[in-house]
C-alpha cells in the first residue's frame, strides 16, 4: 500500500516536470515556428500528429523525441529542463 502510494505521488511530480517542459517547449516552438506545427515536425523528425497531442499534453514525450525537438529548437534537454519548479506533494 505504501508503494502504490509513493508510486502515485512521484507520477505526479514527473507529470509536473513534463508539464514544464511543454509549456517551454511550446514557448520556444511559437518563436520559432510562428505556430507552424507541420514545419516543427519535419524539423523533429516526427509527424504533426504526435506534436500536436504533445502539445495539447494528451500524449506523454520520449528522452528520444525530447532530444529531437529541442534540437529542432536550436536548444538542449538541459536548458529546457534548468531550474524547473517542482513541488512535492504531502499525504
Keep these: 500500500m505504501i508503494t502504490v502510494l509513493f508510486l502515485c505521488l512521484m507520477q505526479k511530480e514527473i507529470d509536473q516536470i513534463e508539464s514544464q517542459i511543454i509549456e517551454?517547449?511550446?514557448?520556444?516552438?511559437?518563436?520559432?515556428?510562428h505556430g507552424n506545427k507541420s514545419a516543427f515536425a519535419k524539423s523533429a523528425q516526427c509527424s504533426e500528429t504526435t506534436i500536436r497531442r504533445i502539445l495539447r499534453k494528451q500524449q506523454g514525450i520520449t528522452i528520444n523525441l525530447l532530444l529531437r525537438m529541442a534540437q529542432a529548437l536550436d536548444t538542449t534537454v538541459s536548458e529546457l529542463m534548468k531550474d524547473l519548479q517542482i513541488q512535492r506533494?504531502?499525504?
Design 24 to 33: 517551454r517547449v511550446y514557448n520556444l516552438f511559437q518563436e520559432k515556428y
Design 89 to 91: 506533494n504531502q499525504k
